[in-house]
T-cell receptor, first 113, second 116 residues
Framework: DADVTQTPRNRITKTGKRIMLECSQT?????MYWYRQDPGLGLQLIYY???????NKGEISDGYSVSRQAQAKFSLSLESAIPNQTALYFC????????????FGPGTRLTVL | AQTVTQSQPEMSVQEAETVTLSCTYD???????LFWYKQPPSRQMILVIR??????QNATENRFSVNFQKAAKSFSLKISDSQLGDTAMYFC?????????????FGEGTQLTVNP
């Protein structure tokens, strides 16, 4: 089984709808991240969390919110989706005090019409 | 702020040959990490290799090796004996080496195609 899972893998929604992307991990890592990838570009950091009580904004947090429900779960929400949020979304994890290497989930392709 | 630049949007190589992907970065930090990630058509982000800035020795992982030039802020990836399965987008990434931070800054990627 995959260490980092994301649901759904693909989602099509309409402008103005609220949508939640979920990430779960079995690696036992404390740190979790949400990234966004636009076509032809690298990944940009949306939010990150170093433990259940710690949430931090990344480079492009506007229009997004997150919830760290447990060490293993980190959800990303779009309160009112807009078309320019159409992108590939990745969750990642890393071990606190470890090698700092981040391990990525398989990604969620989100389309906002 | 850190920036990462990959100046080669696309590259191609023949199977079994060697190819080098370029990456430069800009930072005022002295302690940091550099990574190469691979994204095949399956879109999964896969770690290829990792380099600590304090280490002078270049990292190697089987057919993958890096040429890390700290003074020049250059971090190139060499793929030897290229295989069809190496076809992917390759991203160079930077991370500051601070205890409270593990944020990756990515370049825009290089699409590598390995031809039979």
């Amino acid at each position: 089984d995959a260490d980092v899972t994301q649901t759904p893998r693909n989602r099509i929604t309409k402008t103005g709808k609220r949508i939640m992307l979920e990430c779960s991990q079995t690696k036992g890592h404390d740190r979790m991240y949400w990234y966004r990838q636009d076509p032809g570009l690298g990944l940009q950091l949306i939010y990150y969390s170093f433990d259940v009580k710690d949430i931090n904004k990344g480079e492009i947090s506007d229009g997004y919110s997150v919830s760290r429900q447990a060490q293993a779960k980190f959800s990303l929400s779009l309160e009112s989706a807009i078309p320019n949020q159409t992108a590939l979304y990745f969750c990642a994890t890393s071990e606190a005090g470890g090698t700092d290497t981040q391990y990525f989930g398989p990604g969620t392709r989100l389309t906002v019409l | 702020a850190q920036t990462v630049t990959q100046s080669q949007p696309e590259m191609s190589v023949q199977e079994a040959e060697t190819v080098t992907l370029s990456c430069t970065y800009d930072t005022s930090e002295n302690n940091y990490y550099l990574f190469w990630y691979k994204q095949p058509p399956s879109r999964q982000m896969i770690l290829v290799i990792r380099q600590e800035a304090y280490k002078q020795q270049n990292a190697t992982e089987n057919r993958f090796s890096v040429n890390f030039q700290k003074a020049a802020k250059s971090f190139s990836l060499k793929i030897s004996d290229s295989q069809l399965g190496d076809t992917a987008m390759y991203f160079c990434a930077f991370m500051k080496g601070e205890t409270s931070g593990s944020r990756l800054t990515f370049g825009e990627g290089t699409q590598l195609t390995v031809n039979p």
